[in-house]
Nanobody, 117 residues
Framework: VQLVESGGGLVQAGGSLRLSCTATGTSDRINAMGWYRQRPGWERELVASVNSPTGTYYADSVAGRFTISRDKNTVYLQMNSLKPEDTAMYYC??????????????WGQGTQVTVSS
């Protein structure tokens, strides 16, 4: 399984970006997919995830601004009202469980999101 990400970039504070991640190399439905981010000097943190059957999860820092969705084995992250502190490398994650980094079997290569003030 490979995860191919797209959609990062540079945006001004208050703007929006949409990240996409598609899993290739499997015809089976992947149970859980999500997005992590890593800021310089910080540990990788879970931003949002979606899985069956428990639904969606959002970090407190993004709840109400970000929306995760999926269509088969593609997951999207709509990011609105972006803040400079959202600047990070964003990584797609997929597998049976994605809420704990050590249990994630598949990672994307990362896509940079930069929010200017």
């Amino acid at each position: 399984v490979q995860l191919v990400e797209s959609g990062g970039g540079l945006v001004q504070a208050g703007g929006s970006l949409r990240l996409s991640c598609t899993a290739t190399g499997t015809s089976d439905r992947i149970n859980a997919m999500g997005w992590y981010r890593q800021r310089p000097g910080w540990e990788r943190e879970l931003v949002a995830s979606v899985n069956s059957p428990t639904g969606t999860y959002y970090a407190d820092s993004v709840a109400g601004r970000f929306t995760i969705s999926r269509d088969k084995n593609t997951v999207y992250l709509q990011m609105n009202s972006l803040k400079p502190e959202d600047t990070a490398m964003y990584y797609c994650a997929a597998g049976g469980i994605v809420v704990v980094t050590t249990y994630v079997p598949y990672w994307g290569q990362g896509t940079q999101v930069t929010v200017s003030s």
